[in-house]
């Protein structure tokens, strides 16, 4: 059965590393969401019945989920500040990074979501548990801030 | 815009966990898991544990309700049917000092406030939210060596009332008879009415041979370790009506 879920995991842990790292913009602390994810799928795998594209989505959902809460806590909120300067060094891509970190947070996992990964709006709507509407406004809103920021 | 989207995902391949990282993350998984495991066994030992506890305190309590009164004895002569119960010995616990003169039922009674009362002997007396009385009459206090051996109230006298209540209570300084006995030439109705608020059983005595035909019920019920005696008079000579009365009056006690 552990094969089962170390399958899932060499499957999926890259793209839910990138999903977290594109919102919280730090290595480390993506890393930490990514084993927090992971550690409640094993919790439930066995009584998960969904197929490997419907896990996937499901280890956004919780990604998601557990990147907010751990921006929401007050230990994050309080060294944020000193956090601005040190992120930087732990960036894979200068440009990405830099491009991302000049978006609003809840943009830049629907510019993931929605480049990279190729979802649907409907999709990316079940997944951030958000109307329709409100993810094609902020994919338009994000769009045009992507532009901005490739042309200059 | 497919520029765009080109360059993002030629951007977003370089994000990656290295080989190492993710090893560290698995490991820390299951290491976190098996943490997880023993502390969720010791919770649901823990669960288990207070359940049965609980559980076995609920069958003692229930034992305690049934057990309170018992119906010692049934005899029948002539058609007539004698009833003898008894309750097991109890005694209450108050504070034993507390300043209530000695009393004989000659004696004049004293008038106190449910309220005055209760924070005398630190208890709480059940009462009734049908025809309520603000107070209750002391009519007996026995003492032994000044302290509270036996106490006993009535709710005062009205004639508007439907009811008489008498509460009787006794504690370890008591030296006399220690059970509580009703008589009954005739009908000890049934197996005693739950008293939902108290969760303890009324017996109900009525005084003819057919239920719900008598003028006057005397219920009885003990609640916390107390002795509650009741005439009740429905005023009615409807059977449903009485009946309907008479439970409605028992839904209205509380403490």
Redesign the interface.
Known sequence: MKEDF?RI??LY??DV??LT??YLLNKEEA?DI??KT??KY??KYKKLKLNDLEIKKWLFRVAINEAKDYLKSSYISKRAELNENISRKNI??N??HN?LSNMPENYRTI??LY??EGYSIKEIAKIERKSESAIKMRLSRG?EL??KE?EV | ?K???N???K??N????SDE??NN??N??YC??NK?KKRRNIILSFSLVLFICLIGFGVSYADEIVDYFKVKQVTCKNGVTSTIGQAKDIRKVINYDANIPELTPDDENIVYKYSEIEKLLNTKLVKSTFEPSETLNLYNCQKDSNKIAALNFRVPRDNNRRYNMHISLITKYYKGESTIEWNTKNNLMSNGFLIKNLNTKAYILQFRGEEWTSSTYQITFIYDNVLYWVVYSPRTIDKEERKEQIMNFLDSLYV
């Not at chain 2, 370089?14 to 966990?17: A, E, K, R, S, T």
Request: aromatic share 26%; charged share 25%; hydrophobic share 40%.
């Open positions: 170390e995991f060499n842990s890259n590393y990138r790292y594109s890393e990514v084993q992971f550690f094993f919790k894979a891509s440009d990405i491009i510019i993931y480049y990279y769009k992507l532009k490739m | 815009m520029d765009i989207k360059n993002l995902k951007d977003f370089y994000i990656d966990l990282s993710k993350i698995l820390n998984i976190n898991y997880y």
